[in-house]
């Protein structure tokens, strides 16, 4: 913890004003590493107060409604600036309505420029769906183009990276939400479990937590230890259910990965079973 003269330092940098109350439901929740918010307390910032931040206008085919659209974004490095960080907060973790969720570290937002959908075709999250599309993605998009930046069409499971019904933004340390699969019997990984490890982190865990608190959305409601044991007694199983779950179980409702290949699927499976099952989500 740094002294309070230094966090009051920081302050002035940051321009978006955070709110005790929420006010409407196309508020932004905001959590995690803020200074002057005590730890697990939310604040909220208004689709106005955002509007109000730099902004730039896109023209993207096909990102919500067929055909051209002009989206109105704020990039991830502008809100990163304009948010009043702590120190040590170097990612940002999405989260939706939904319990999905999608991790954004710094050097990935620095990169891939990520952006904030505050607009499209000119309508704000008050006035979506816009007309041709059936879901409505309110209250918030997060999303990356390879428009913006061309290097984003190599990127594994990009779609991750596109959260839609974003409620929540925490600002987050990255060593300590992914703490449990840094350290113990992944301190010191095979590459192949290194490499699975960075699978799960953005893919897997948008769906799924790791073990020991280690951050991941709950749309799978599914425990670590489940996956864990999967993966150690039936690896040929696993890697079928990764690439298509519907053909093993017809009621799934796991997205398919049907890209990843085999070297993928068992560097997966070196990460997940890496820790006896009997050490999950205790320590
Ligand atoms: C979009 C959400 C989502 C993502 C992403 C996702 N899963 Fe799942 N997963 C689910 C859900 C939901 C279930 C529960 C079973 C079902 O309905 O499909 C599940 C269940 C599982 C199971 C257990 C199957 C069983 O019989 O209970 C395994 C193993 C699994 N997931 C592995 C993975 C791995 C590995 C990844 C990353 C490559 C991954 N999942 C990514 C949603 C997801």
Redesign the pocket.
């Known amino acids: 913890m740094l002294c309070g003269a230094l966090t009051v330092l920081i302050l002035p940098a940051a321009a978006l004003e955070l709110h005790r109350e929420r006010t409407s439901p196309n508020d932004l929740a905001l959590t995690g590493q803020l200074t002057g918010v005590p730890a697990g307390e939310v604040r909220y910032a208004t689709w106005k107060d955002l509007r109000a931040l730099p902004t730039t206008k896109l023209r993207l085919t096909g990102e919500f409604v067929p055909g051209e659209q002009e989206v109105t974004v704020v990039f991830l490095t502008e809100l990163w600036n304009q948010l009043p960080r702590a120190p040590g907060a170097d990612t940002l973790l999405a989260t939706c309505a939904d319990g999905?969720a999608s991790v954004f570290k710094h050097d990935f937002i620095a990169r891939y420029r990520p952006f904030l959908v505050l607009e499209i075709n000119g309508l704000g999250p008050d006035r979506w769906p816009p007309p041709g599309l059936k879901f409505n993605p309110a209250p918030y998009v997060i999303s990356v183009s390879a428009n913006v930046e061309p290097a984003v069409a190599g990127v594994l499971d990009v779609e991750?990276k596109k959260p839609w019904g974003v409620t929540t933004l925490e600002i987050a340390n990255f060593s300590d939400r992914f703490r449990g699969i840094f350290s113990g019997l992944w301190a010191a990984p095979t590459p192949a479990s290194a490499a699975g490890r960075e699978?799960?982190i953005n893919?897997?865990a948008?769906?799924?937590a790791g073990p020991a608190q280690t951050f991941g959305?709950t749309?799978?409601?599914?425990p670590f230890a489940?996956?864990q044991a999967?993966?150690g007694w039936n690896p040929g199983f696993?890697k079928k259910?990764?690439r298509d779950?519907e053909a093993l179980?017809p009621?799934?409702?796991?997205?398919p990965?049907p890209h990843y290949t085999d070297a993928q699927l068992s560097a997966?499976i070196a990460f997940?079973t890496a820790a006896p099952a009997t050490s999950t989500g205790t320590n």
Request: charged content about 5%; overall charge neutral.
């Open positions: 999905y991750h699978t799960w893919s897997c948008c769906c799924h959305g749309k799978s409601a599914q489940v996956v999967i993966a696993f259910y990764v779950p179980i009621t799934a409702t796991m997205e990965h997966l997940v």
